[in-house]
DNA sequence: CTTGGCACTCGATGGTGCCGAGTGCCAGAT
DNA sequence: ATCTGGCACTCGGCACCATCGAGTGCCAAG
């Protein structure tokens, strides 16, 4: 069963690669690993992983190197999250304490991801989507019109003007406005997004006709907020580790900076890992659907206050990447990030 | 009065640099250049010129480059921004036209900018120092806590949340609130946000002595929201530009990279722009006091809604760059997005 | 003050040869 | 059947070298 073997070699040549960034060629592997055989045996293995296409030999005369089928059977079946240490895990958490509201949080997840794995960091923004209302406001201006306020529990605002047909800035709107927003927030408040859209459908039928158009004007409005998701950001840090990495990148890193740039493409990439809570996804090179990625991984997985997983987060970074490490380190980071958007 | 000459010299030295991104040396300049002059004479002209430090020789054997203050003189008294045509300008009107909300805006106009300038558009969001206050609101929150929301005429909102020590979720509560809130905002409404802190300062004297707690909570929270810069945000466009551009860095762009990540000193240097009007700034080099920026020249402007020149917008390229035509480019932007924003 | 001429400098370019890591293959050992 | 040592071969990388030419500074003459 020399299968085994040569998985253990595989392994071996990732790891070597990772470290030294240089193919790395079957004496080399003996000095660094004692696998109990001979150069030759190695190679005569090599020859095999070679062509089941896990590896590939620049060129002629020159050591091994992994292909994206290599580092993901590496991925999947060659090696476990490397745990961080207790010293690690206490400074992340130290370091995310102290942040002073949403954005600050956002910012320095990203910055600590981002010098932690010395990649790059991507982050989504809590989305609205899978989170809940915490409360509904209305503000009554001039010129007839009233604006709509409606208040995320992940901390974000969200705003609309609506026209509406009477002025509402005087003593009999104003209680009228009282009674919808009572009504509006015993609805809506504490549900998720979707759910609350849901609920508000039938509101207006609950006032007198004369104050009907009002409603469907302010749940319109509401549901539109609910709804869309254009508020979705997503923020970067450590692009200039792309520089450092540089060399890993057959052509220049100028495509993975447009691709980074696409930040409507990014978040379809955060979004669009599986939904298996508390798992790191990982995409390799030409796995990922983006022409500009094609020489990059992403690791990332999700994140969020309390059980819903809200957003994603992770990083971009060449294939040859140190994957137990830096998936120990997002999944670390989503971990404590969580956390502290719970409280 | 040979000094005119030698100012055409210089001149005629920074266009070809710019264009070829080779040294000039002094038979290049008469090809491309009918100074009526031989190549002796400009060899002496340069000679001097190297003396008086703006243009400076990187071996023995090359053709001179501009130093710093080469380029500074050239911005200064050698150039005249060079206007558009009819055509861009109509371009940059119709891309910016269909932006549907704020934060298109800000992307649509940092992307075109980098677009035409082929470098990296920095652009401050509409800041809330220079905008003025359109409404506050007071929302209670159970616990005895209550959110004060302040919604500024850019379209951004901030919230802050303070503990009180009553609970304000009931009737009497409500009526309290009310009168502070008309209060307030009859004090502050259509402020600029400097002058609405201000005038609010006296507002709690206004009340009845067992509010006054109550209301010098909430004006607290809304001088620091009014105060704060912190929602200041800075987007980035075109980061890629910065490869094509590499040659021109002398280490790497790394630290490049590394300085536009830091999004609070973007601010400081996009703010700290002299405030005349229409004038477009030009830090060039060793100008910038940030050291990552070095090697890079900064071509920046004022945009806003209206008169208020309310934030910066700007590029980051090499200091071999057209200036002429990047200043046009930047000015024009600021123009039109300015124009979009008036609405 | 300008100009043509001249000797000199120095980076860039391209060719050459060597070195060594690494390979594939094969015959013999286990 | 599998592993091992040996051997011939490949080929990129590096150092060395010679050449080339754009460009300079300087000087003496116009």
């Known amino acids: 069963m020399s299968d085994e073997r040569r998985l253990q070699i595989l392994r071996a040549i990732v790891q070597d690669y990772v470290a030294t960034s240089e193919p790395v060629g079957s004496k080399a592997l003996l000095e660094r690993h004692r696998l109990g055989v001979s150069a030759a045996t190695v190679r005569n293995d090599m020859a095999v992983l070679e062509e089941q296409g896990l590896i590939h030999a620049p060129h002629t005369s020159a050591g091994r190197v992994p292909t994206d089928a290599g580092?993901?059977?590496?991925?999947?079946?060659?090696?476990?999250?490397?745990?961080?240490?207790?010293?690690?895990?206490?400074?992340?958490q130290q370091f995310l304490e102290c942040a002073v509201d949403l954005d600050d949080v956002v910012d320095r997840t990203a910055r600590l991801l981002s010098?932690?794995?010395?990649?790059?960091?991507?982050?989504?923004?809590?989305?609205?989507?899978?989170?809940?209302?915490?409360?509904v406001e209305l503000v009554p201006m001039p010129g007839q019109r009233l604006m709509v306020v409606l208040i995320v529990n992940s901390g974000r605002v969200e705003q609309r003007v609506v026209e509406v047909e009477r002025d509402l800035t005087d003593e009999a709107g104003g209680e009228t406005l009282s009674l919808i927003r009572t009504r509006l927030n015993a609805q809506a408040a504490d549900q998720r997004l979707v759910d609350a859209a849901a609920a508000?459908?039938?509101?207006?039928?609950?006032?007198?006709?004369?104050?009907?158009?009002?409603?469907?004007?302010?749940?319109g409005a509401l549901q539109d907020a609910l709804v869309e998701e254009r508020e979705e950001?997503?923020?970067?840090?450590?692009?200039?580790?792309?520089?450092?990495?540089?060399?890993?990148?057959?052509?220049?890193?100028?495509?993975?900076?447009?691709?980074?740039?696409?930040?409507?493409?990014?978040l379809r990439l955060l979004s669009s890992v599986?939904?298996?809570?508390?798992?790191?996804?990982?995409?390799?090179?030409?796995?990922n659907p983006v022409a500009g990625l094609h020489a990059t991984s992403?690791?990332?997985?999700?994140?969020?206050?309390?059980?819903?997983?809200?957003?994603?987060?992770?990083?971009?970074?060449?294939?040859?990447?140190?994957?137990?490490?830096?998936?120990?380190?997002?999944?670390?980071?989503?971990?404590?990030?969580?956390?502290?958007?719970?409280?």
Do not use: C
């Open 115 to 135: 010098s932690i794995t010395h990649q790059v960091a991507v982050m989504q923004y809590p989305s609205l989507t899978r989170s809940s209302v915490r409360h």
């Open 71 to 92: 580092y993901r059977l590496f991925v999947d079946r060659l090696s476990a999250i490397k745990p961080l240490s207790r010293a690690e895990k206490t400074a992340i």
């Open 274 to 287: 599986e939904v298996d809570d508390a798992a790191v996804a990982v995409r390799i090179g030409q796995e």
């Open 200 to 219: 508000l459908r039938s509101l207006p039928t609950q006032f007198e006709p004369a104050d009907r158009a009002l409603v469907r004007a302010v749940v």
């Open 233 to 266: 950001r997503v923020v970067l840090a450590g692009t200039a580790n792309l520089v450092r990495a540089g060399t890993d990148f057959p052509t220049s890193i100028g495509p993975v900076l447009e691709a980074l740039e696409e930040h409507v493409v990014l």
């Open 298 to 343: 992403m690791v990332s997985t999700r994140y969020g206050a309390g059980n819903d997983l809200v957003a994603g987060l992770g990083v971009v970074g060449p294939t040859r990447m140190d994957y137990p490490t830096t998936m120990a380190a997002v999944r670390a980071v989503a971990t404590y990030v969580s956390r502290i958007l719970a409280e």
